[in-house]
């Protein structure tokens, strides 16, 4: 029999191994189109008469911002293994308690169903209704407004996504699975899209922004997210696919609390 602890531990080390892929991803995919972006912005403020501020600027003390490169390798790097790794923490804890409730599926399906749900409900819904912008796009004044309107969306999709979850599994026995599904699925639709349709939206880039980098940065984002999560679900469904047969079995991993007495 898998623990709850069981499903946590490999959650966290799934998540690890995930984190690392989306870096990989990002790096490779991602930062082309940061570069280009930032490069744009520095144009656009040396045609504003900013020139003449460069050598003030480059006079200040090292290390008084974080260079570019150490923010496209281990800074990146950190963001993606933190996320990763509280994001598997999570997907798998909710496995251990899905984990009986999706039917007939075993520790691999639970594991992937639960990643994609994360990812639809995190990552895709979020990025439909407030797609990101690159760094030298939107005002610095309405940033507050844009993150708590990007939360509030965020808040409702997984609101929704846990209501749907669990009226599909008492639909289950009523309906089949089948019908279950589909209604889960179009109820969790209808209210996210019409929260999409309700809330305030916002398009803050410029006309004469490049639409090519635009395009390719918010295509980054979005392939990192899913990458993540793939990454994540299938990795996790590994790993508790071989301690399940491990158990069945009759193999149990040491118990080094006892061996270190």
Known sequence: MISARDFLVRGLLAGLFAGLVAFGVAYVVGEPSVNAAIAIEESAGLDHGHAADEPAASEEAPGAEVSRLLQSTLGLLTATTVAGVTLGGLVGVISALALGRFGRLGVRGVSLSVAAIGFVSV?????????????AVGDP??????????????AISIIAATAAVLVGIKLTARWGGWYATLSAVGGYLLVTLTAVALLPSYS????????????????ASLLTQLALWATLGVALGELLHRLQRRTDLGVTEPDYAEQSR
């Not at 990552?123 to 760094?135: D, E, G």
């Not at 803050?204 to 090519?212: H, N």
């Open 141 to 154: 004044n309405t940033i507050g407004a844009r993150t708590a309107l990007f939360f509030i969306m965020l």
């Open 123 to 135: 990552s895709l819904l979020p990025f439909v209704a407030y797609p990101p912008n690159p760094p």
């Open 204 to 219: 803050e880039v410029p006309a004469d922004f490049p639409a090519t980098v635009l395009y390719e940065f918010r295509a």
